[in-house]
């Protein structure tokens, strides 16, 4: 919880991504809870905030990789393997393939993937 807030802090997303009410939770949370979060209720808001904190961190051409290289390999893949192509099948786990698409997305004009 502390390596996260310092890191969200650091990098400017702390006051940008979280509410004033979820920002003075998980500082309530570093100072009065000593170890593991025992009650459920507790857990499963911190779960949620240190998620939104996660995502936020997260490298910007991981998550563009992750939100369009992803679908685009697979619809390709699928697209391939209608028309008889039966390796095509592993497009949509081939890391580089992916990167690709997703480079190749965010630098081709618009109607290109349409």
Request: proline share 3%.
């Amino acid at each position: 919880m502390v390596r996260i807030r310092t890191e969200a802090l650091r990098r400017g997303l702390w006051f940008k991504v979280l509410s004033g009410v979820e920002r003075s939770m998980v500082n309530l949370a570093i100072r009065v809870v000593r170890g593991c979060i025992k009650g459920s209720r507790l857990a499963q808001l911190m779960m949620g905030i240190v998620a939104k904190l996660t995502e936020a961190l997260e490298n910007r051409f991981v998550r563009m990789v992750r939100e369009t290289g992803r679908p685009l390999a697979a619809k390709l893949s699928r697209i391939a393997v209608a028309w008889g192509n039966k390796s095509a099948v592993l497009w949509a786990g081939d890391a580089a393939f992916v990167q690709y698409l997703a480079v190749m997305y965010v630098n081709s004009p618009e109607p290109f993937f349409s």
